[in-house]
C-alpha cells in the first residue's frame, strides 16, 4: 500500500479504464460484448468496496448532490440555451432538459 492506496484496487480501475477504452473502439464483436458485460460492474464493485460505514448518510448524499448533480444540472442547462440559440426547438431543448420521452440530455455522453 503506497500513501494509503490499495495498489489492486487502483490497478483495477487502470484495467477498467483500458477496457473501457478499448471497448469504444469497437474491436471484434465477440470481444466487444465480453468487455461490456462486466466493464460497469467492475467499477461499482470498486466503489462499493471503497465505500466506508462511518459516512453520515445526509451529509454524504448533500455532498454528491453539491458535487455532481448540481454541476450537471447547470452544464445541461448551459448546454440546452446552447442548442435553442443553435436553431433547435425550445420544445425538444425542454424534452432534452428535462429526459421526457426518453430523451437523453444533449449532452449526457460527454458528461
Known sequence: MAGGRLNWIDA???WGIFLVTFGHLRPWLPLETHIYSFHMCLFFFISGYLFRD????PDYIMKR???ILIPFLLWDLLATIENIGE???VRESLARFLVIDGMPCWD???W
Open 12 to 14: 483495477l480501475k487502470g
Open 54 to 57: 462511518s459516512y453520515d448518510l
Open 65 to 67: 448532490v453539491k458535487g
Open 87 to 89: 436553431g433547435h426547438s
Open 108 to 110: 449526457a455522453p460527454i
